[in-house]
């Protein structure tokens, strides 16, 4: 979701400006490779449970998580097994037309 937005409290230009490089390039693949018959896109996934996160957090404190989850509609973080539908879904042939989208799973932090 950092391509998309600018989260908050942490300050993190180049690490939302990587993320936005990653989304442009998806596209500008699926632009090219289309024509091919290929289809590529891109996920961005909101607040998860991740070991990266779980060793942040054992730094940062409760806090961080607590002004996260007050911004998540659904209240919470979510754990990455709960990404599986949506990447299964894209690989699939039910969205074949499916190309150069970026598909936010993020409980709706985002919809603000």
Same mark, same amino acid.
Request: glycine share 12%.
């Given at each position: 979701?950092?391509? !998309?937005?600018?989260?908050?409290?942490?300050?993190?230009?180049?690490?939302?400006?990587?993320?936005?490089?990653?989304?442009?390039?998806?596209?500008?693949?699926?632009?090219?490779?289309?024509?091919?018959?290929?289809?590529?896109?891109?996920?961005?996934?909101?607040?998860?449970?991740? *070991?990266?996160?779980?060793? %942040?957090?054992?730094?940062?404190?409760?806090?961080?998580?607590?002004?996260?989850?007050? *911004?998540?509609?659904?209240?919470?973080?979510?754990?990455?097994?709960? %990404?599986?539908? !949506?990447?299964?879904?894209?690989?699939?042939?039910?969205?074949?037309? %499916?190309?150069?989208? *970026?598909?936010?799973? *993020?409980?709706?932090? !985002?919809?603000?």
């Amino acid at each position: 979701m950092s391509a !998309t937005i600018c989260v908050r409290p942490q300050k993190q230009a180049a690490y939302n400006t990587s993320k936005g490089a990653i989304q442009m390039l998806a596209k500008s693949l699926a632009t090219e490779w289309g024509p091919r018959g290929l289809r590529v896109n891109s996920l961005s996934p909101g607040y998860m449970k991740t *070991d990266l996160i779980k060793g %942040l957090l054992e730094n940062e404190g409760k806090e961080l998580v607590g002004s996260w989850e007050k *911004d998540i509609p659904m209240g919470r973080m979510a754990e990455p097994h709960e %990404l599986r539908g !949506t990447i299964v879904w894209m690989a699939s042939g039910a969205s074949s037309y %499916l190309n150069g989208s *970026d598909v936010i799973v *993020d409980g709706g932090y !985002t919809a603000w």
